[in-house]
C-alpha cells in the first residue's frame, strides 16, 4: 500500500513534495563549472526580457475522465495527437477544419484493465503504413494498437510492474520502462532483452537516433546509457528520481527531475548545463522542431517554455499536476493535466483562440485554490503582505508570482510579460497566519487542524485523512484504516506518519514531508517489498566452419573441441603441483593413475575404454583445487567433456546445475586467464554431446553475461574462446525459435567486437552474427536497430586473413 501526500498523484510511492524554492525565486540556467550563466540569468530587478512569440491558449479539449498522463505527435493524419488517461483509454485528436480551432476525437482504444499512463507511435512500415500506437499501464501490459480497430493488435507481456514510458526506434523496435527497475526492448510482439541495472523504478526511457543507444531514466536518481543491451555509461546529478528525457541530437539529451531541475547531457558523460525555474517535480520535457529550445511541465501547476537556455515563459494552469507535453509539428504545445483536460497553446495569431475562450480560460485560473502546503509559493504571512496597490507596480519578468492581501483573501498573481499586466492565478487558503489565526480546514462538516489527502496507489481514487492536534494519533489511523477497509497492518505506519507531520504544531498546517511512512524513503524500491502480482569437428583447426562463398549460410560447427595432445605433459604438471598442495586436497597414486587413465581414454578415438564413474568423480573434485594450482585439471577437462560418457555424467540434470555454476565461478573478470580461458573452452566443447549442449542452453542467459565480461581481459586465446561460445550458441540457435536468445548471441557479440583485436576471433564473431540472422528476419531487424552494420563495416576492407572481409559482406548482404 502507498501513500503519496498532499496530492501527489502519480508517483508509485510515497511522495512528499517539499519548498524547493521559494515565490520569487526566478528562472536561470547554470554552467557545469556551477557559475551563473550571465546570459541565462535573470531575476527580480535584474533586468526585464520581452518575450517575443509569446504562446496563447488555442483550444480546451475536456477529453478524459480523469487524469491525463501521457502524450503523443501522431504520424497520421497530419496534425493529430494522441492521448491515455487514467480512465483506461487512449484517444486520437485530430484538427478541427471549423473556425473553433479545436480538435476532434478520432479513434478511441480500449484495452488496459487499469489506468494508463504513457503512450508512444511505432513509426509507418510496409504493413502498417499509417504507424502503430504503442500504450503501457498499470496492469504490467503494453498495447499496440492500429487506427482500424479499437482493441490491440497484440498485447505484450513479460513487466511485472507499472509499465510508465515507452519510446519507438528503428525497425519497429520498442522499449518500455517499467516500476519493476527493468527496460525491455521488444521487436515485434517478443521482448528481444532485459536491460537490468537500476535499483529502483524506471520512470523513463528514450531511443536515441544514433542505431544502438538507449537511455533509462531511474528513481534510483540515475541515467544509464545502454548499447546492445548492456549499460555502457551511468549518468550522475540528479538529487531525486529522473521522471522525463528528450532527445536534442545524436549526441546531447535533456533531463528532469524530482529535484526541479533540468539538465542538459552529453552521451559522453558531460553535463553541459542545469536549469532552474520550476518549484516542485518536474514530469514531462519535449524539444521544439528547431532541436534546441524545450518545453517542460510539472507539479507546480505550470508549463514552462525555455528557449536559448532561458525560462521566456510561464503558463500557469487551473489544475494541479501537469504530467505531460508534446510538441506539434507547427510548434503548438499539448499539455496534458490532472483534471483530465488537454490544452493546447500557439503562438501562431491564427490559431490563437477567440476572446471569449481566452477570458473562460483567465477566470478558471483564477478561481483556482492554491494550497500553500504543497510548497509552490513558499511560506505565506498574511500579515506581511501588501496590499491590492502592490498590484500597479509591472512585474520584472514573464511567470513572476505576485501575492496580494484583499479583504482578508490572499490571492495569487502572475506577471505576463506579453500582456504587459498581472492575471489572477487564483486564491491562496491555508496559509500559516490563517491557521494560526484561527482558521481551520473544512472536511465532510467539521473543522479540522489538518487534512491529508492520500492516494492508495496509482489506481485508486484519492483519500483523505482528517485530523486534529487534540485526537490521538493512534486512534486517527485506527479509523482511517477501517473505513477506508485498508489492512490492519499499517496502524503503525500511518499514526507515525501523522505523529511526524503533526510534530511540534498546537494549531496550524501541516508541513510537507519527504519520509514515507511505510518504508521510511522519500521514494518507492520496486521489488523492495512489493508481492503483487561422438566427438565433433574442432573450430580452432578449421573444420566445420563456414567458408563464405560456398552456397550456403553460415552455421556454427555442431561440436567445437580443443585438439587432443599426448598424456606426458598433462599428468608430469599435475603430480608435480599434486606433490606441493595441501594434505586434505592432495590426491593418492590410485586417484593419479585414473586421471592418467581417464586422459588416455578421451584422447584416444580409437579406444574401445570407456571413462569410469569413477574417473569422473575424481577429475570433478580435484576442479575444486585451489584457483592457482587448478589450470592443469582444467585442460583435462576441457578435453574430457567431449567425449559421451564424461558429458553425460558432467551435464545430467541432477548434476548440470552445480557443474555450469563451479565453471562460471572461475570466469570471472579479476580471476586468472588461463583459468578463465580453459573455463571457456570448457563450456565450448561441452556443445559435443546433447545432454551437454541442452544444459548450456537453459544456462544460457547467465553463461554468455559471464562470457562477455571476459571481453575487456586483454588475451587473445580468451577471445578466441569467447568468440568460439558465441558462434556455438549462434549455431544451436539457428534453427530454432529463440529470438531472446539470438538477442543476446547478436549483443554478446556486438560487445566483443568493440574490444576484440584478434582476427580469428573477429571472423569467428562475424560467423556467430550471419548464423543469427540468416532466415530470420526477425533478428535482422534487431541487428539492424542496434547498429550493427555501421560497427562491423570496417572490416570490409580488411585483407589478411582475407576470409574476415569476405565474411563481414555477407552479412552485410544478409542485413541489407
Not at 548545463?273 to 517542460?296: E, K, R
Not at 508570482?401 to 506579453?418: C, F, N
Not at 573455463?679 to 561441452?686: H, I, K, P, Q, V
Request: with cysteine; aromatic share 8%; proline share 5%.
Amino acid at each position: 500500500m502507498i501513500f503519496p501526500a498532499m496530492h501527489q498523484r502519480g508517483c508509485c510511492s510515497m511522495y512528499f513534495r517539499r519548498a524547493v524554492v521559494a515565490v520569487s525565486v526566478p528562472c536561470y540556467a547554470v554552467l557545469a563549472n556551477n557559475s551563473s550563466c550571465s546570459s541565462c540569468y535573470f531575476a527580480v530587478g535584474l533586468h526585464t526580457m520581452a518575450s517575443s512569440g509569446t504562446y496563447k491558449l488555442s483550444s480546451s479539449v475536456p477529453g478524459h475522465e480523469i487524469d491525463v498522463r501521457g502524450l503523443a505527435t501522431a504520424v497520421f493524419p497530419a496534425g493529430a495527437f494522441v492521448s491515455v488517461s487514467r480512465d483506461r483509454t487512449g484517444k486520437v485528436w485530430v484538427p478541427n477544419s471549423s473556425p473553433d480551432r479545436g480538435f476532434t476525437e478520432m479513434h478511441c482504444m480500449r484495452g488496459h484493465n487499469n489506468f494508463v499512463s504513457c503512450v508512444c507511435i511505432i513509426a509507418p512500415n510496409d504493413s502498417y503504413p499509417r504507424g502503430l500506437i504503442a500504450t503501457g499501464g498499470n496492469d504490467h501490459i503494453i498495447c499496440v494498437f492500429s487506427l482500424d480497430r479499437p482493441d490491440p493488435l497484440f498485447t505484450l507481456k513479460g513487466h511485472k510492474n507499472t509499465v510508465c514510458s515507452l519510446s519507438a526506434g528503428k525497425f519497429g523496435t520498442l522499449l518500455s520502462g517499467s516500476w519493476d527497475t527493468t527496460a525491455k526492448v521488444w521487436l515485434n510482439d517478443k521482448c528481444m532483452m532485459t536491460l537490468q541495472g537500476h535499483t529502483a523504478a524506471v520512470w523513463t526511457v528514450v531511443i536515441l537516433p544514433e542505431q544502438g543507444l538507449m537511455l533509462t531514466g531511474s528513481a534510483d536518481k540515475t541515467i544509464k546509457l545502454w548499447k546492445a543491451g548492456r549499460c555502457e555509461k551511468t549518468f550522475v546529478g540528479h538529487e531525486d528520481c529522473v521522471r522525463g528525457l528528450a532527445v536534442v541530437n545524436d549526441v546531447e539529451f535533456f533531463s528532469c527531475s524530482n529535484d526541479a531541475s533540468i539538465r542538459r547531457w552529453m552521451v559522453s558523460g558531460e553535463c553541459l548545463q542545469v536549469y532552474y525555474g520550476h518549484t516542485n517535480y518536474i514530469y514531462s520535457l519535449a524539444v521544439f522542431p528547431n532541436g534546441q529550445d524545450f518545453v517542460s511541465t510539472g507539479e507546480d501547476r505550470t508549463v514552462r517554455i525555455w528557449r536559448r537556455g532561458e525560462c521566456t515563459q510561464t503558463i500557469r494552469l487551473p489544475a494541479q499536476s501537469i504530467w505531460c507535453c508534446c510538441v506539434l509539428p507547427n510548434g503548438d504545445i499539448v499539455v496534458g493535466a490532472s483534471d483530465g483536460t488537454i490544452r493546447v497553446f500557439t503562438e501562431s495569431d491564427d490559431r490563437v483562440a477567440d476572446a471569449t475562450d481566452l477570458q473562460a480560460f483567465e477566470d478558471e485560473l483564477s478561481k483556482s485554490i492554491i494550497d500553500p502546503k504543497t510548497g509552490d509559493l513558499g511560506d505565506i504571512k498574511a500579515e506581511d503582505l501588501p496590499g491590492r496597490e502592490h498590484l500597479n507596480e509591472p512585474g520584472n519578468r514573464d511567470g513572476q508570482t505576485r501575492l496580494i492581501k484583499d479583504e482578508g483573501k490572499v490571492e495569487a498573481y502572475q506577471w505576463s510579460m506579453s500582456e504587459g499586466r498581472w492575471v489572477k492565478i487564483g486564491d491562496v487558503v491555508g496559509g500559516s497566519s490563517q491557521q494560526s489565526s484561527g482558521n481551520r480546514v473544512m472536511y465532510e462538516g467539521k473543522e479540522y487542524d489538518f487534512v491529508f489527502t492520500i492516494d492508495v496507489n496509482e489506481g485508486g481514487p484519492s483519500m483523505k485523512l482528517p485530523y486534529n492536534v487534540t485526537d490521538d494519533p493512534w486512534l486517527t489511523a485506527h479509523n482511517f484504516l477501517q473505513k477506508n477497509d485498508l489492512s490492519p497492518m499499517f496502524l503503525d505506519q500511518v499514526a507515525n506518519f501523522i505523529i511526524e507531520n503533526t510534530k511540534g504544531h498546537t494549531l496550524g498546517s501541516a508541513q510537507p514531508s519527504t519520509i514515507d511512512p511505510f518504508t521510511g524513503s522519500n521514494r518507492y524500491i520496486p521489488g523492495s517489498s512489493d508481492d503483487r502480482t561422438g566427438f565433433g569437428m574442432d573450430p580452432f583447426t578449421g573444420s566445420g566452419r563456414y567458408i563464405p562463398g560456398s552456397g550456403t549460410d553460415p552455421v556454427a560447427p555442431a561440436a567445437p573441441v580443443a585438439p587432443a595432445g599426448a598424456a606426458d605433459p598433462f599428468t608430469a604438471k599435475l603430480k608435480e603441483l599434486n606433490s606441493g598442495t595441501s594434505e586434505e586436497q592432495r590426491l593418492s597414486e590410485h586417484s593419479v593413475t585414473q586421471l592418467e587413465a581417464l586422459l588416455l581414454t578421451v584422447c584416444d578415438q580409437q579406444s574401445k575404454l570407456q571413462p569410469t564413474a569413477e574417473q569422473v568423480d575424481i577429475l570433478w573434485n580435484t576442479t575444486h583445487w585451489p584457483e592457482d594450482i587448478v589450470f592443469p585439471v582444467l585442460d583435462i577437462l576441457r578435453l574430457a567433456v567431449r567425449h559421451p560418457v564424461v558429458n553425460e555424467h558432467l551435464c545430467r540434470e541432477t548434476d548440470g546445475t552445480q557443474f555450469c555454476n563451479h565453471i562460471l565461478s572461475l570466469m570471472v573478470p579479476q580471476g586468472r586467464p588461463a583459468n578463465q580461458m580453459l573455463a571457456l573452452r570448457t563450456l565450448c566443447n561441452c556443445f559435443s554431446g546433447s545432454i551437454g549442449r541442452n544444459l548450456l542452453m537453459a544456462q544460457r542467459e547467465a553463461i554468455l553475461s559471464r562470457a562477455c565480461d571476459l571481453r575487456t581481459v586483454r588475451n587473445k586465446n580468451i577471445h578466441v574462446a569467447l568468440a568460439t561460445l558465441v558462434l556455438n550458441y549462434a549455431g544451436s540457435l539457428h534453427q530454432i525459435q529463440d529470438l531472446e536468445g539470438k538477442a543476446q548471441c547478436l549483443s554478446v557479440a556486438s560487445a566483443a567486437l568493440e574490444v576484440v583485436q584478434d582476427k580469428e576471433a573477429i571472423f569467428r564473431l562475424l560467423v556467430a552474427l550471419g548464423t543469427t540472422v540468416s532466415n530470420d528476419t526477425t533478428a535482422g531487424d534487431l541487428a539492424r536497430s542496434l547498429g550493427v552494420q555501421s560497427q562491423i563495416a570496417q572490416y570490409t576492407s580488411t585483407s589478411d586473413p582475407a576470409k574476415v572481409a569476405e565474411c563481414c559482406k555477407f552479412v552485410l548482404h544478409k542485413l541489407q
